[in-house]
């Protein structure tokens, strides 16, 4: 399939309205929240020069009169894979640094202060191919990796934190893989890991025979920038996972993704902005874009060829979103793009004081409710309408 068949975002096919049209299907899609964000001449030009698409947003947000604004800006680095998938491993890394890098510097001269990457995003997203050579080599120590040394020194020189998710090799623990996103505060610092929780159990998905299911729960991080939490890819299906980390303080939550199919792409515009509104905080989900092709055909867990050799596009189409439920445009469905999106944190405080989110929440209620279904013994509780039969 060519990229260049594919349509290009929304955003453009809207932009071909005219500008009274446009301006109210915009609002009516995504709100009326934000404008163009002013960035410096020298981004503008890194980006041009290390062609990315550079998509700016700048968020509404009401001044209080006791609290400061809180205004941060974030930046979201959407890549396809630069080699073929024959090159080796320490070239394809190589040659993923090298876009890494270069994005980070756009961001730092556009003003953000915290960076995401991609979900796996320096290597192939080999997962559903059913081969475990040469694609469990890209698994390193989440600490001390190559990977995070090189994110290490760029977080420092660039007084930025980074948000890296890779394939964790643990040498202590039987080598075990995990799928973790690790973050690397402005100074250069691990602050810490997330391991992936929930892993796909879908057709032609191998996933769950690659790593294991994560054991960190569902940490939020203080960083200097606000509190930020992680949903790494498929986790974005599940309500409880992003309503945990609501419950552990995150003022911005990551999603980091690796998603393709009409079926995720329906899905795409809508589940981050229900996370959001429904938790009171923001979400910057980013996923990867482009085809990768393999040498043989995919094959599913029980070894059955499916006869086909393409990951199959994944459709980029990048995002923030604020939790009054407006968003900002999307990346591309196709090129690769940095989103920079600045954003007032006091928001978060103000819609759930404006929703009464937090006294109306009752979480007794279910708390009981999901300590009963945790039982192998759970009867759910249905009321039945009663038929009153008559024998004759």
């Not at 994560?214 to 309503?243: A, M, Q």
Request: proline share 4%; aromatic share 10%.
């Amino acid at each position: 399939m060519s990229l260049e068949k594919e349509v290009d975002s929304i955003e453009s096919i809207l932009q071909k309205l005219p500008d009274k049209e446009f301006r109210q299907v915009w609002r009516i899609l995504y709100g009326d929240g934000g404008q163009d964000l002013d960035v410096s001449e020298k981004c503008l030009k890194l980006a041009s020069r290390y062609k990315l698409e550079l998509v700016k947003y700048k968020f509404n947000h009401v001044v209080e009169q006791l609290r400061p604004p809180r205004l941060i800006r974030v930046a979201l680095f959407q890549q396809k894979l630069p080699v073929p998938l024959t090159f080796p491993i320490y070239k394809v890394k190589t040659e993923m640094y090298t876009l890494a890098m270069d994005a980070v510097k756009v961001a730092a001269k556009g003003g953000a202060k915290i960076f995401s990457l991609q979900q796996a995003w320096n290597m192939p997203y080999a997962f559903c191919s059913g081969e475990k050579m040469p694609w469990s080599e890209y698994a390193e120590k989440a600490e001390e990796g190559s990977t995070t040394r090189i994110l290490q020194s760029l977080s420092q020189e660039n007084n930025i934190v980074i948000i890296s998710t890779i394939l964790e090799r643990d040498e202590i623990f039987e080598d075990r893989i995990w799928n973790t996103a690790i973050v690397i505060d402005n100074h250069g610092r691990v602050l810490g890991k997330q391991r992936r929780n929930h892993i796909p159990c879908v057709e032609n998905s191998n996933e769950p025979t690659y790593y294991c299911e994560g054991d960190s729960g569902h940490p939020v991080f203080e960083t200097e920038y606000g509190k930020i939490g992680i949903n790494i890819c498929y986790e974005r299906h599940y309500p409880l996972s992003w309503f945990a980390l609501a419950l552990n303080g995150a003022e911005i939550v990551f999603n980091p993704c690796g998603a393709i199919g009409e079926e995720a792409e329906l899905l795409w515009g809508i589940e981050a902005r229900n996370a959001a509104i429904a938790n009171g905080y923001y979400v910057c989900t980013v996923n990867r874009i482009g085809m990768e092709i393999y040498d043989h055909e995919y094959e599913d867990e029980e070894g059955n060829l499916i006869h086909h050799k393409d990951s199959g596009l994944f459709f980029g189409s990048s995002y923030v979103t604020a939790p009054n439920g407006t968003r900002s445009p999307g990346l591309s469905r196709t090129k690769n793009g940095l989103l920079i999106a600045e954003f007032d944190l006091n928001l978060c405080r103000q819609v759930k004081d404006n929703r009464g989110i937090g006294h109306t929440h009752m979480l007794p209620k279910y708390r009981d409710l999901l300590l009963q279904a945790t039982n192998s013994d759970f009867k759910p509780q249905v009321i039945k309408k009663h038929c009153h039969c008559y024998s004759i």
